[in-house]
C-alpha cells in the first residue's frame, strides 16, 4: 500500500508568491513609464512651451496648459501611488491566486496606461509652433485605453494557480449538512446576479456612446464595446457545487474561481455590505484579502478554505448551497 503525501499550505506560505507578482508587475510598470518619459525628454527640444494638457469634452482645440515638467511629474505619480495600492492589496491580501492575478494585471495595465498616455500627449504635439493647434482623436484616446490590456492580460496567465493545499482536519463539526446516502448524488446550481451594477453599467456604457456621437469621434465607440465586456464578466455569474467543490465562473466563462471539496473547511451564510465590506459592487477583493463576488447586499455562501483564504459570494438560497458543499467535503476526507 502507497501513500501520497501532498504538502498543505499553511497562512503564509503564499507571501513569497504574493511579493514576487507584486515585484515582478510593478517593476514592469515603472520601467515602462521611465522608458516611456524617457523618450519624451529626447523630444524635449521639438515641443512647444507650454503644452497643451486637456481637452474638454467636443473642444477641438485644447482648453488647458502646463509644461512638460507640469505634465510629466502628476502622471508619473500617479503610477507609482497606483503601483504602491496595488502592492499593499497584493502584499496583505494575496492569499489567493485570483488576488494576485487582479494585482498583476492592474499594474502592468496602469504602467502601460500611463505609458501611452505621455507618449501620445507629447507625440501629437513634435514640431507644433503653438500647442494650441495640437489636436488628440478619438483614436488616440482608445488606443491609451486598449493597447495596455494586452500586457496586462499576459500578467495575468504567467501569475499561475494557488497550489493545492487538501485540508488535514474534518469539516467543522457544527457546520450545516444535508443528508445524503452514501452513494447518492447531488448538485446545487443557481445564478448569482441582479443588484445596482447592472443600472450603472447602462447608464455608463449609454452616455459613453452618445458622447462619442456627438463628439462624432467614432473610434470611441471601443469604449462603451469594453464596458459592456467588463460588465457582462463583473455582474452575473453561475455558481455550482458538486461532488468537484465549489465552481464560480462569469457568463463569459472569466473570471472564475474554483475550490476543491476537499479544501472546504467550512461553508456557511453571511450577511453581506458591499461598501463596508468591500468597498463596491463585482468581483472585489476585501479586508484580509478574502474575495467577494458581491453583486448585491444581503446573505451570501461564505466558503473558508485551508491557507487562510475564503471567498463570499450574494447567491439565492445560500444555506442549501452552503450545506451541500460541507456534506459533499466531508466525503473528500474519506
Same mark, same amino acid.
Given at each position: 500500500m502507497m501513500t501520497r503525501i501532498v504538502p498543505t499550505l499553511d497562512d503564509r506560505s503564499w507571501q513569497p508568491r504574493a511579493r514576487r507578482v507584486v515585484l515582478w508587475s510593478s517593476l514592469f510598470a515603472l520601467v515602462v513609464v521611465a522608458v516611456?518619459?524617457?523618450?519624451?525628454w529626447s523630444w524635449r527640444d521639438t515641443l512647444p512651451d507650454p503644452l497643451a494638457s486637456h481637452w474638454g469634452p467636443g473642444a477641438a482645440a485644447p482648453d488647458g496648459f502646463t509644461s512638460l515638467s507640469g505634465l510629466v511629474f502628476p502622471l508619473v505619480a500617479t503610477?507609482?501611488?497606483?503601483?504602491?495600492?496595488?502592492?499593499?492589496?497584493?502584499?496583505?491580501?494575496?492569499?489567493?491566486?485570483?488576488?494576485r492575478r487582479m494585482v498583476a494585471a492592474s499594474t502592468v495595465w496602469l504602467?502601460?496606461?500611463?505609458?501611452?498616455?505621455?507618449?501620445?500627449?507629447?507625440?501629437?504635439?513634435?514640431?507644433?509652433?503653438?500647442a494650441s493647434q495640437a489636436r488628440l482623436g478619438g483614436w488616440t484616446l482608445a488606443a491609451v485605453i486598449v493597447l495596455p490590456l494586452v500586457p496586462a492580460a499576459v500578467a495575468a496567465l504567467?501569475?499561475?494557480?494557488?497550489?493545492?493545499?487538501?485540508?488535514?482536519? #474534518?469539516?467543522? /463539526?457544527?457546520?450545516?449538512? +444535508?443528508?445524503?446516502?452514501?452513494?447518492?448524488? =447531488?448538485?446545487?446550481? %443557481?445564478?448569482?446576479d441582479?443588484? #445596482?451594477?447592472? /443600472?450603472?453599467?447602462?447608464? +455608463?456604457?449609454?452616455g459613453t456612446t452618445?458622447? =462619442?456621437?456627438?463628439? %462624432?469621434?467614432?473610434?470611441?465607440l471601443v469604449v462603451p464595446v469594453l464596458l459592456v465586456v467588463v460588465f457582462a464578466v463583473m455582474f452575473a455569474y453561475t455558481v455550482r457545487v458538486d461532488a468537484t467543490g465549489l465552481t464560480v465562473r462569469s457568463l463569459l466563462g472569466w473570471p472564475g474561481t474554483h475550490i476543491p471539496a476537499d479544501e472546504v473547511e467550512r461553508a456557511s451564510?453571511?450577511?453581506?455590505?458591499?461598501?463596508?465590506?468591500?468597498?463596491?459592487?463585482g468581483w472585489r477583493v476585501g479586508r484580509g484579502g478574502r474575495i467577494g463576488v458581491v453583486l448585491r447586499s444581503g446573505p451570501g455562501l461564505l466558503v473558508e478554505r485551508t491557507g487562510g483564504r475564503s471567498l463570499v459570494i450574494t447567491v439565492d438560497d445560500a444555506a442549501t448551497g452552503a450545506a451541500l458543499l460541507n456534506t459533499l467535503a466531508d466525503r473528500s476526507r474519506r
Open positions: 516611456a518619459l524617457a523618450v519624451v503610477v507609482i501611488l497606483g503601483c504602491a495600492g496595488f502592492g499593499a492589496i497584493g502584499l496583505f491580501g494575496g492569499a489567493a491566486a485570483m488576488t504602467g502601460g496606461f500611463g505609458a501611452s498616455l505621455l507618449l501620445f500627449v507629447t507625440g501629437t504635439q513634435r514640431d507644433l509652433p503653438d504567467l501569475t499561475g494557480p494557488d497550489r493545492p493545499a487538501p485540508a488535514t482536519t #474534518p469539516v467543522a /463539526a457544527d457546520a450545516p449538512r +444535508v443528508p445524503l446516502a452514501q452513494d447518492e448524488r =447531488a448538485v446545487w446550481i %443557481r445564478r448569482a441582479g443588484g #445596482p451594477g447592472p /443600472a450603472i453599467g447602462a447608464v +455608463v456604457v449609454v452618445v458622447l =462619442a456621437a456627438v463628439l %462624432r469621434e467614432w473610434a470611441l451564510v453571511t450577511e453581506v455590505d458591499p461598501i463596508r465590506q468591500f468597498g463596491g459592487w
